[in-house]
């Protein structure tokens, strides 16, 4: 598992936002009330600029210890075939940050998605086959507190039912037209 993840997390660090990464911190420059809670664990968000991004599933990049979940700070050893270094603070294993099938999903990211999915005036569904729970369950939240849910997808998902607008196409072709559109109307005269 280590190694595995040792290569993931390399696969990571030379992968690049892509447009709609960038067009999501477009968005949120444009409307500053703009949320971004994610179930990808690459940090690519942050990456292209989005400020306070709620992950709910962890980060890759970062490293923490199995028993205690202390925070690891220090260089991450990326060879593949060798066990988990000890955490310097307890001596239990290392482990990736994210949150694997079967585990609780981390408090405060889960507090704030939900009190953001109820309070929120629209959701945007991107990029999601909505199939993993809890997370599957925001735009049901958001539905039932009178939210407008607007989805993005390649092909229809598990939660293309719930949605007010289903805008067909990848994140990263749909986004950018549509945070070019939001930007259009913002300039526009009343
Ligand atoms: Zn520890």
Redesign the pocket.
């Known amino acids: 598992m280590w190694g595995w993840y040792a290569w993931r997390r390399r696969r990571v660090l030379e992968a690049r936002p892509h447009p709609g990464h960038r067009a999501v911190t477009e968005l949120q420059r444009i409307l500053p009330s703009v949320t971004v809670v994610t179930q990808n664990v690459d940090g690519l968000h942050a990456e292209a600029g989005s400020a306070e991004v709620v992950e709910l599933h962890g980060n890759i990049r970062r490293v923490r210890?199995l028993?205690?979940a202390?925070p690891f700070t220090g260089d991450v050893p990326d060879d593949d075939d060798r066990d988990p270094p000890p955490?310097p603070?307890?001596g239990?294993p290392l482990r990736p940050d994210v949150v694997w099938f079967g585990e609780m999903l981390p408090e405060r990211a889960v507090a704030r998605a939900w009190d953001e999915a109820e309070r929120c005036d629209a959701l945007l569904l991107v990029g999601t086959s909505g199939t993993v729970w809890p997370a599957a369950e925001l735009p049901h939240v958001a539905r039932r507190s009178g939210a407008a849910v607007v989805e993005v997808n390649p092909e229809p998902s598990e939660l293309t039912h719930l949605a007010d607008v289903f805008l067909q196409g990848a994140a990263g072709t749909v986004l950018p037209a549509l945070v070019e559109e939001v930007r259009s109307r913002q300039a526009a005269p009343p």
């Open positions: 210890c028993d205690r202390h955490c603070l307890c239990s």
